[in-house]
């Protein structure tokens, strides 16, 4: 049974309540819900740290992990296309889910932020995911499985590192994707 009322982790002085009586403010209201999973496996904040932020200190307005967090979540609500949150940046779920009160990055500084990561801070992200799937087992398994699978991600117009797959029969990217059991271990484009 569901309760009719959810008391999720404050911003700042905001309480915030998930309520299931009825009314609809956000199709987005599951982000509080990975904001709250991210405060406790701190992945976004871990990730932070692995990566360099070389901008001038002075001249910041929106902290490096607060992007990494308005970008994960952004993906993992749907909205894996950069020109989005140049809307998303006001969205209060969103920004919320940050734990931001005021007005996010815009594309631009997201897509600079993205493009400012390099081959050894992938490396060290991906390390990152694996010592987490290390943390959450008590002891060492006995087994471990690993599943590799390829997906193609259709591209459009002339994005540079597409190809042609003749499988897919068309442009896309072609990710490789390491899993043991539900954990995502690489993923490697």
């Given at each position: 049974m569901v309760p009719e009322k959810l008391t999720l982790s404050p911003l700042?002085?905001?309480?915030?309540?998930?309520d299931f009586s009825g009314g609809h403010?956000?199709?987005?209201?599951?982000?509080?819900?990975?904001?709250?999973?991210?405060n406790q496996h701190q992945l976004t904040q871990r990730l932070a740290t692995v990566l360099d932020d070389t901008r001038n200190p002075v001249l910041v307005r929106h902290k490096l992990q607060t992007m990494i967090r308005q970008r994960v979540f952004g993906v993992a609500a749907g909205y894996e296309d950069l020109n989005d949150h140049e809307t998303l940046r006001a969205d209060?779920?969103?920004?919320?889910?940050?734990?931001?009160?005021?007005?996010l990055a815009g594309k631009s500084t997201l897509c600079r932020m993205e493009q400012r990561v390099d081959?050894?801070?992938?490396?060290?992200?991906?390390?990152?995911?694996?010592?987490h799937f290390i943390e959450q087992h008590d002891a060492p398994p006995k087994e471990i499985?690993?599943?590799?699978?390829?997906?193609?991600?259709?591209?459009?117009?002339?994005?540079p590192g597409k190809f042609f797959n003749a499988y897919y029969d068309h442009h896309c990217y072609f990710p490789l994707y390491v899993f043991c059991g539900r954990h995502l271990l690489v993923s490697y484009l």
């Open positions: 700042s002085r905001r309480q915030i309540e998930a403010i956000t199709s987005d209201a599951g982000l509080l819900l990975l904001r709250e999973v991210d209060q779920a969103l920004q919320t889910a940050t734990g931001e009160e005021a007005i081959r050894q801070a992938v490396v060290k992200a991906h390390e990152l995911m694996w010592h499985v690993l599943d590799f699978d390829g997906t193609d991600v259709p591209v459009h117009g002339d994005q």
